[in-house]
């Protein structure tokens, strides 16, 4: 089952986020390979995966008290840099364990995720929510921001 929710956080809580993820430069990101190779990357932050989190865990407070995870798996925000063209990820699973997940988007482009062949287009302010241990993959962006979303495993 797929859900897309736009507008999902107040414009005040939204733009705090945007703040912290898109319009600074103070995220410690780490280089991450796509599809294997060294010319296809993408930058993530882990805001929390077991009992690690970074000091930007509390931002998240806003997203966390509308999705009310029962437990929390990881939290992680992305960054998918612009490509001259839009490159399709490799499918993957998030885990291989039936849970929740949410992408929340926090800028408008023209990148996204496929779900079977469902494509949800990454949308400012707009949540995705999905069980991510089905098959899905990401794209890159040819918007000059980028591509940036929090993603959400939980049960």
Known sequence: MIEIIDDYLSKKDFKRLREIFVDTETVNWNRCKVNGTDKNFYFTHIAFQGIHSSHFIHEMNPLL????PKAL????VNCYPCTENILKHDKHKDFNFSHKGAIFSLNDCDGGTYINKKFIESKANRILFFDPSIFHYSTS????EGRININFNYF
Do not use: A, G, L, N
């Open 65 to 68: 008290d509308k999705i009310k």
């Open 73 to 76: 798996i990881r939290i992680k």
């Open 141 to 144: 962006t040819t918007k000059k």
